[in-house]
């Protein structure tokens, strides 16, 4: 079971609230041209207040009677299966502290910042609410697939397979990913939409590859998180994007998961044995 927390807001010091106020006015203008119109209209319906750490208790006031989605403030990390369980009960893990002023371009693990202002703002889209939902399916459907494996050394072998393909579906879309547009495309996934530098490279830069979204590629693409990412992948629609989760759940019965390629990220026994139970 997730350990949540109080998220004792009444501890940020002026300094936290500085730096939020610097990441989001920043962010601002990068949104307005960049992001998708779903971010764009659950940053207004969240009512986030652009000077100060929210409140986390006021964000879900807004957010829970449009998906039934729910923040949930947590301390740390997040065991994969038990993360992705959250989905499927529509509960997000919300880190509750920030990034210090010194280190506002980049941050190898997720803060407030990346999950109230890149995340939730999507989870006011019901589309997108129910893709979480459907991904959070997911990992019960692996862990029931493991479960009747007895040689324990096939099972470790195949769930550190699927584990790592749903860590890289997840990484290219939820995080990554890119949305077609009326004129051109435009960023969903939290990473870019939380990160000043690389929003705009993600879309401007001739340096990117930008493909259409194909699972093949996607659950055998190896990442790396301290660099702008230099290949990223692009759907048609939420709609689209459900479906292909529907697809990611089909190859993972029909065993097209249990042998993606090896390399990043890796699968940590903390991870495996979350999805043993």
């Known amino acids: 079971m997730v350990r949540f927390v109080e998220q004792q807001w009444e501890k940020y010091t002026a300094e936290n609230h500085s730096a939020w106020r610097q990441l989001y006015r920043r962010m601002?203008?990068?949104w307005e041209r960049y992001a998708n119109e779903h971010f764009l209209r659950g940053v207004s319906s969240l009512c986030l207040d652009p000077e100060r750490i929210p409140r986390?208790?006021?964000?879900n006031r807004f957010l829970c009677p449009l998906t039934g989605f729910r923040a949930k403030p947590v301390g740390g990390y997040i065991p994969a299966f038990l993360f992705f369980d959250c989905l499927r009960n529509r509960q997000f893990p919300t880190t509750v502290t920030i990034r210090g002023a010194a280190r506002l371009d980049y941050l190898p693990e997720p803060d407030i910042f990346h999950d109230i202002a890149g995340h939730v703002p999507m989870h006011t889209d019901r589309a997108f609410a129910e893709t979480?939902?459907?991904f959070g399916e997911c990992a019960h459907t692996a862990a029931e697939l493991v479960a009747d494996v007895r040689d324990e050394h096939d099972r470790a072998r195949r769930l550190t397979s699927?584990?790592?393909a749903m860590a890289r579906f997840f990484w290219f879309t939820i995080e990554f990913g890119l949305m077609k547009s009326g004129d051109g495309l435009k960023a969903y996934g939290s990473g870019l939409?939380?990160?000043h530098g690389e929003l705009e490279h993600a879309i401007e830069s001739p340096e990117v590859q930008r493909y259409p979204l194909q699972i093949e590629w996607?659950?055998?693409q190896a990442f790396e998180i301290d660099r702008f990412q230099p290949l990223?992948?692009?759907v048609e629609s939420f709609d689209h994007l459900f479906g292909l989760v529907d697809t990611l759940e089909r190859w993972m019965r029909e065993g097209?998961?249990?042998n993606v390629a090896p390399g990043a990220p890796g699968v940590n026994e903390v991870d495996l044995v979350s999805f043993l139970g």
């Not at 986390?56 to 964000?59: H, R």
Request: proline share 4%; hydrophobic share 55%; aromatic share 8%.
């Open 28 to 30: 601002v203008p990068s």
């Open 218 to 220: 996607a659950v055998n």
């Open 232 to 234: 990223l992948f692009w």
């Open 256 to 258: 097209r998961l249990d």
């Open 193 to 195: 939409l939380s990160s």
């Open 132 to 134: 979480l939902v459907r």
């Open 162 to 164: 699927i584990i790592r």
């Open 56 to 59: 986390i208790e006021d964000v």
